[in-house]
């Protein structure tokens, strides 16, 4: 695949065909609000061609459909961040994780596995590793709602518009989305003419991307478009026990889309995706190191603390994530209304290893001997294997690598059927509709197998010097092995009606009424000397005296099925003072479903608390949208007010194993001042800035019986962050030149443990950073051709995606690990394109 879609790139930047052609208008297949003011075309063909036709271009106009017509975004009443195609290639934006750089309010978060990579829009995200919890933020692509947000991250391109939309979103954009969505649209087919881009491109730690794209009218009624990549990276991570960098890379993916159009008012869109990564994923190196034993600088013979990029690891990371989905769209004029039908089917899967105590300790994994010498001493390897086989749950060729059993053998299985109907009415009357059906069919399923050394039992592991470990004990060898199961299905009516009394105020009502059931099928079990986690007392799970070994927590194997119904909603009041003023203000209604505990580590009491109550959300908002000297200037401000009710979250348990328990533990209040400022002062400059001024406080949030975190920071949520940008374009010699950078700041952040909510000094907090960006692009006179060269992290900040803590289990009490983004360090890249 690597061959063919490299030299495939290569041939058709060899290509010599005629100029670009003035790019043609495309649909959207969403119907269009009414006029106000000069209207961009919804669409443009090309990357490289305008977003929008020539006095949309000159406004700075930006269509966005947030309310599922397509609408000026200055026309919007909501806390909106959209940015277009254009603006995201002139600011050199290659990733999804790197759209928290366009908007102040989101913000990205890594984790020690791919699958759990998410947002948090205004400091309202989720941190549970529990397959039985569904984000806080929605990630939506093409109007269709993913299940998990980690499957998004990897293998987007072709983009047309990301969309970021701030606060409740329930009652128009689908599922769980009660902080916020993200929403991504990519571009359609041209049914006016052929066109094409390819582009290579390259960058420091051999860093290598092709991609191309292709679309044109097949006959009159039939159009097509199609986009495939392939992009590898070294890791900025080095193992030292191999010489060589880990979180390596390598991608590849393909879209098609076929849309049919026989007549005026039917229009199909049919689109297939396809997207395989497979990196090492993902190499934290140690920021804080534990008192004593193998999670040390001693130990480990790597640096500690903040700069630190090296890891000592002995066992061999490995991971993949396969996603693919297909979806029909149907857009039907029936009489004066619009009647859509959104098809779509998911499928993911996210496969993981990696060394679970981060060192170079032999505390991740087992043989089928270690496991069961303690309670049948002596045994042969056969024999010890046909036991083993007999206790998994999942086959032996999952579980174990080699004979190594347990190396945190992780992998999640996603397939979701979502189905929406809706009709809309025409724009620009007394009173505008849209009335719709969804239906929302998850499962979710993940298998893990972990095994390895207890090493915190006092007797279980000795460290003769600082730099060796041996273990004593044939019961410190333990073992977990679960497969579980969430199948989710929510149903939905849902409606937004207009209602426009008189000339300039628009009052708004929108709801949603769902019903949704969730079934959980739960197997676990332990090793004959229990798991990693449970009572550190000195038996085995039968009651026998063992030292060394432990309880575990419970082996369960059950079904339960749950079913809740709630009503949201949303009511905006908009008025249009002039015809480039409007203020607004909106009161909303969240909802995100109830949750279980499915989990490898699940106790009594984490069984007892499921399903936890949904977490609720009620948000007050005001805003204004102006612009100025003839939209040159562009002033938007926000001010909002959100309590979140039985906010979703991971806490320590009542049963003194340390392991976590997932609550609707309590409340949670974030309010604040948001923004965005841009003006174009003389032709060809574009100057904007952004900011976020928060205050995010829990309410009453008790994480156990005694410990109420009232007043105490949320996970992930920056009290302030802003950000500026700049883009200058000019003509030298016939070529266009454009000279851009971006700049973010973003303040301390909590990370991880809850416990430290309260505590300023706590080592979870990632201290504030701020990270530049510039670009430099140049095209050739025909339009043809474009170089763009780029530095990230310009002033080469060294700042962090994310901070995990290492299990006191497997050595790390008390240490923390880090997780490096792909700019820890200043790099140089670039680009090179040719449109055809």
């Given at each position: ?761 706590s080592i979870w907090r990632r201290p504030s950073f701020g990270v530049a960006n510039m670009t430099l692009g140049v095209t050739s006179p ?8 780029y530095v990230k992290n310009l002033f080469d900040k060294h700042y962090v995606d994310g901070l995990r803590r290492i299990s006191g289990s ?27």
């Amino acid at each position: 695949m690597k061959g063919v879609l490299l030299a495939g790139t290569a041939a058709i930047l060899a290509i010599t065909t005629a100029g670009v052609a003035q790019a043609q208008q495309v649909k959207t297949g969403i119907p269009e609000a009414p006029s106000e003011g000069p209207q961009p075309s919804p669409q443009a063909a090309s990357p490289d061609a305008a977003t929008a036709d020539a006095a949309a271009d000159q406004s700075g106009d930006i269509i966005v459909t947030a309310n599922k017509r397509s609408e000026r975004l200055q026309s919007v009443a909501a806390s909106i961040t959209a940015v277009d195609d254009v603006a995201l290639g002139a600011q050199a934006i290659l990733t999804v994780r790197e759209f928290s750089v366009i908007s102040p309010t989101l913000n990205f978060q890594a984790a020690d596995e791919a699958r759990l990579f998410n947002f948090s829009i205004r400091g309202i995200g989720t941190e549970s590793f529990s397959v039985g919890v569904e984000p806080s933020v929605a990630t939506i692509i093409d109007g269709v709602v993913y299940t998990r947000p980690g499957a998004a991250f990897d293998g987007l391109g072709d983009i047309e518009r990301v969309e970021v939309l701030n606060g409740p979103q329930g009652t128009l954009q689908g599922k769980n989305a009660s902080a916020g969505a993200v929403s991504i649209i990519t571009k359609r087919p041209n049914r006016e003419r052929f066109e094409g881009r390819a582009e290579v491109g390259i960058a420091e730690y051999n860093e290598y991307t092709g991609q191309i794209s292709v679309t044109g009218p097949i006959n009159d009624s039939l159009a097509y478009r199609a986009f495939g990549y392939y992009r590898t990276r070294d890791g900025v991570v080095t193992n030292i026990a191999t010489g060589k960098s880990v979180n390596n890379s390598e991608g590849y993916g393909f879209r098609g889309k076929l849309e049919f159009e026989p007549a005026n008012g039917f229009n199909l869109l049919l689109t297939g995706d396809i997207t395989y990564n497979k990196a090492d994923c993902c190499a934290e190196p140690l920021r804080v190191a534990a008192a004593s034993g193998n999670v040390t600088s001693a130990f480990t013979s790597t640096p500690i603390g903040p700069d630190n990029r090296q890891v000592n690891l002995n066992t061999l990371q490995e991971g993949y994530q396969k996603n693919r989905g297909v979806s029909l769209e149907g857009n039907f004029e029936i009489g004066t209304h619009t009647l859509t039908s959104l098809t779509a089917y998911r499928n993911y899967r996210d496969f993981a290893i990696r060394d679970r105590d981060g060192t170079n300790a032999p505390f991740t994994g087992v043989t089928a001997q270690q496991l069961f010498n303690a309670t049948v001493p002596g045994i042969s390897q056969a024999d010890a294997t046909a036991r083993l086989d007999a206790l998994l749950i999942n086959p032996l060729s999952f579980a174990c690598r080699n004979n190594v059993c347990g190396e945190s053998n992780s992998l999640e299985k996603n397939d979701t059927f979502s189905q929406e109907v809706r009709l809309t009415s025409p724009g620009g009357q007394t009173i505008d509709y849209i009335l719709g059906l969804f239906y929302y069919d998850s499962k979710v399923e993940r298998d893990l197998t972990i095994a390895g050394v207890r090493s915190n039992i006092a007797g279980n592991v000795v460290f003769p010097t600082p730099t060796t470990v041996t273990v004593a004990r044939d019961t410190a060898y333990v073992l977990a092995d679960m497969v579980t199961k969430v199948h989710t299905i929510n149903k939905a009516v849902f409606g937004n009606v207009d209602f426009k009394p008189f000339d300039g105020l628009t009052l708004t009502g929108g709801f949603r009424y769902l019903n949704e059931t969730l079934r959980w099928d739960h197997d676990k079990v332990t090793g004959p000397n229990g798991d990693h986690i449970g009572t550190p007392a000195g038996i085995n799970r039968d009651g026998a005296v063992a030292p060394g070994a432990n309880p575990g927590t419970p082996q369960y194997d059950f079904q339960r099925r749950y079913s809740d119904n709630e009503l949201i909603g949303k009511l905006v009041a908009k008025y249009q003072i002039a015809r480039d003023i409007l203020v607004y203000g909106s009161w909303a209604r969240g909802y995100k479903g109830q949750a279980v505990d499915a989990d490898l580590f699940l106790t009594a009491a984490g069984f007892a608390e499921s399903p936890v109550d949904p977490e609720k959300s009620r948000a007050w908002e005001i805003g204004l949208k102006s612009q100025f000297w003839d939209r040159r200037i562009t002033v938007n401000l926000t001010g909002y007010d959100t309590k979140f009710t039985g906010y979703q979250t991971t806490s320590s348990g009542t049963d003194g194993s340390g392991a976590p328990v997932l609550r609707s533990a309590g409340e949670l209040f974030t309010k604040g001042i948001e923004g965005d400022i841009s003006i174009r002062p003389i032709p060809g400059l574009s100057l904007a800035g952004n900011f976020l001024f928060a205050d995010n406080k829990f309410g009453d949030l008790f994480i156990n019986a005694t410990t109420n975190l009232k007043g105490g920071d949320p996970l992930n949520a920056p009290e302030t962050k802003y950000g500026f940008s700049g883009q200058y374009e000019f003509a030298a010699g016939g070529f266009d030149v454009s000279l851009a950078g971006n700049y973010s700041w973003t303040s301390k952040t909590l990370f991880t443990n809850l416990a430290d909510a309260n505590n300023e000094a706590s080592i979870w907090r990632r201290p504030s950073f701020g990270v530049a960006n510039m670009t430099l692009g140049v095209t050739s006179p025909d339009q043809r051709y474009k170089l763009t060269l780029y530095v990230k992290n310009l002033f080469d900040k060294h700042y962090v995606d994310g901070l995990r803590r290492i299990s006191g289990s497997v050595g790390g009490a008390g240490a923390v690990a880090q997780s490096l983004p792909r700019d820890f360090d200043r790099y140089f890249g670039g680009t090179f394109a040719v449109q055809f």
